[in-house]
């Protein structure tokens, strides 16, 4: 697809049934579709399977969200979430889909900022933003939205989001004792109860059996994806992966996972042919921190932009969601429900305390990707994961990894700073 074929579509009469600000949302078609092109569509000799994720993006505001529509009239809940301590497995296994709420853009904000304070995170303004002035399609499907505890601007926000759409709040534990296990086990029993009551259906031991399967085989295509990109040289940029996980909250798991599993395919047949995105000397560039929703495409842009490749990211948009699977040999609801739990609770969340796992993991997956520098992403006023930075930056310090922390929104008033900072940081790497 050449970068003028490529449209993100619009369809008035969709937005119109589901109660959304038409007039306004009508120009974000053309806005996306240029960033598409410009950020994405310019990069060379990108693997052909991107074709298929390139045409999600197309069918972001059209074709998904007439797939959710249609579930609906079926009688299959939407469920809204911004998390990966959601139990997807639950929500499937009563015939519900899970899907990704818009919360990744500058736009909606300042609809946020007529009820909320300022100095809280860009993401939460964002997304809450989005259902004030009725500008985001899935905000506007879900029939319940999955709410969380991991931080204080989150759980307060809900309260209020609840005036708008129902919203169902779990609290997350902030430590891993046994006694926290216990009150996730607990939480996640109730939202199961939840879910039952939301879809007029039974979890079963066949449906949770079943959705684990799902998931546990969308899990594993991402981590082959991502050993793949390991590769030097790596194989796909750094921009297609964060969005191909970006999609991954968006899209069908199973239709998903088999275009996952394609694109690996075409990425073993490059890697032999010797194909790749850059050469072999190219500086490679490790991501943590923050979740990057879309379309904030930002850092990415301007870390390969100015000439490296990014070639892991430790992130909720990241290896946080995948590196884990669900034991699947369990036969009663009960014991599925606790193997859930011992999945969910070793998610590195900046929410816990105290948090050394996620250093270590960190340190593991900069080791495997073959990194040559760490840059700690942190949104503003995201304060468990900035002070985190300082267990990072000790440990990079400790291991002689080059470091470099970034703090920003969703603006583009600092770009040209973070640039400079950049591009200093890779001729750093390059020696």
Same mark, same amino acid.
């Given at each position: ?48 399977? +991107?074709?298929?994720? @390139? ?12 797939? =959710?529509?249609?579930? /609906? ?57 989005? /259902? =004030? ?16 505890? $991991? ?20 609290? &997350? ?6 006694? @926290?296990?216990? =009150? ?9 109860? %939840? ?11 066949? *449906? ?9 085989? /969308? ?21 297609? +992966? ?47 921190? $923050?979740? +990057? ?13 100015? *000439? ?37 609770? %070793? ?22 990707? *073959? ?15 900035? &002070?985190?930075?300082? %267990?990072?930056?000790? +440990?990079?310090?400790?291991? *002689? ?6 703090? $920003? ?10 640039? $400079?900072?950049?591009?200093?940081? &890779? ?5």
């Amino acid at each position: 697809m050449t970068p003028e074929q490529f449209e993100v579509k619009a369809n008035p009469a969709l937005w119109e049934r589901l109660g959304m600000n038409v007039e306004r949302f009508s120009g974000m078609p053309k806005m996306l579709t240029e960033a598409f092109r410009g950020i994405y569509l310019s990069q060379k000799n990108r693997p052909a399977r +991107m074709e298929y994720f @390139d045409g999600m993006i197309a069918e972001l505001h059209s074709g998904r969200v007439e797939e =959710l529509v249609t579930a /609906k009239d079926a009688g299959r809940p939407v469920v809204g979430t911004f998390c990966v301590y959601v139990p997807e497995e639950v929500i499937m296994a009563v015939g519900g889909i899970c899907v990704g709420l818009c919360g990744g853009s500058q736009g909606s904000i300042p609809d946020a900022e007529k009820v909320l304070p300022r100095n809280i995170c860009p993401m939460v303004k964002s997304a809450f933003g989005f /259902k =004030l002035g009725k500008i985001c399609p899935y905000f506007q499907a879900v029939d319940l939205v999955y709410g969380e505890t $991991t931080c204080d601007a989150k759980k307060k926000t809900w309260e209020l989001l609840d005036r708008e759409v129902p919203t169902h709040v779990m609290e &997350i534990p902030q430590m891993k004792r046994a006694r @926290d296990k216990a =009150l996730w086990l607990e939480e996640v029993k109730d939202f199961t109860s %939840k879910m039952e009551e939301v879809s007029g259906r039974k979890a079963t031991a066949e *449906g949770i059996g079943a959705a684990i399967r799902v998931m546990n085989a /969308k899990r594993l295509a991402l981590q082959r994806l991502n050993d793949l990109r390991h590769h030097t040289p790596s194989p796909i940029s750094g921009k297609d +992966m964060l969005l191909i996980q970006q999609i991954a909250f968006y899209d069908d798991p199973a239709r998903f996972t088999a275009n996952v599993n394609e694109l690996c395919d075409e990425l073993d047949e490059r890697i032999a042919a010797g194909v790749a995105v850059a050469p072999a000397a190219t500086p490679r560039v490790m991501v943590s921190g $923050t979740p +990057m929703a879309l379309p904030n495409w930002k850092l990415h842009h301007l870390i390969e932009s100015a *000439g490296a490749v990014v070639v892991n990211e430790e992130s909720c948009i990241g290896t946080r969601y995948y590196k884990d699977l669900t034991d699947e040999s369990t036969a009663t609801v009960d014991e599925q429900l606790s193997l859930l739990t011992d999945r969910y609770m %070793k998610i590195d969340c900046s929410c816990f305390t105290p948090n050394d796992d996620r250093i270590e993991q960190v340190l593991v997956e900069y080791r495997a990707s *073959g990194a040559q520098g760490l840059i700690d992403y942190c949104l503003q006023f995201c304060h468990t994961y900035n &002070i985190e930075a300082v %267990k990072l930056r000790e +440990m990079c310090e400790r291991e *002689g990894i080059p470091f470099l922390a970034i703090e $920003t929104d969703y603006s583009p008033e600092d770009v040209g700073q973070l640039q $400079t900072r950049i591009e200093a940081f &890779i001729e750093q790497i390059r020696g």
